[in-house]
């Protein structure tokens, strides 16, 4: 079993930057891949960037492509969504999510097939 907690999140202005950290309880967090999603209402959940196990590979929708990185640190089993000039659409709920199974970074930009989700954190911005 994994839990994932975001934490990071907050009401920002256009233009500004937020770092979110998603932080997993469990000795294996290096065994998933993992990704950070958001999500808004009445809306499907969206894919925003991807990580492979040993971080050595990322994927990026073109939405975030160069203002987003992820990143993690195993040893601390956190995972980091680094946004910068944030715009007024990426107001969204960000959750964080584990997968074990995959191998081409593609495989992780579906929602389905992640094995754990955290709860959400929400980010706001304004303009």
């Known amino acids: 079993q994994v839990q994932l907690v975001e934490s990071g999140g907050g009401l920002v202005q256009a233009g500004a930057s937020l770092r979110l950290s998603c932080g997993a309880s469990?000795?294996?967090?290096?065994?998933?891949?993992m990704g950070w999603f958001r999500q808004t209402p009445g809306k499907e959940r969206e894919f925003v960037a991807a990580?492979?196990?040993?971080?050595?590979?990322?994927n990026y929708p073109d939405s975030v492509k160069g203002r987003f990185t992820i990143s993690r640190d195993n040893a601390k089993n956190t995972v980091y969504l680094r946004m910068n000039s944030l715009k007024p659409e990426d107001t969204a709920l960000y959750y964080c999510?584990?997968?074990?199974?995959?191998?081409?970074?593609?495989?992780?930009?579906?929602?389905?097939?992640?094995?754990?989700w955290g709860q959400g954190t929400q980010v706001t911005v304004s303009s």
């Open positions: 990580i492979s196990r040993n971080g050595g590979g990322t």
């Open positions: 999510a584990g997968k074990y199974a995959g191998y081409y970074m593609s495989d992780f930009v579906p929602t389905r097939g992640y094995d754990y």
């Open positions: 469990g000795r294996t967090f290096d065994a998933y891949a």
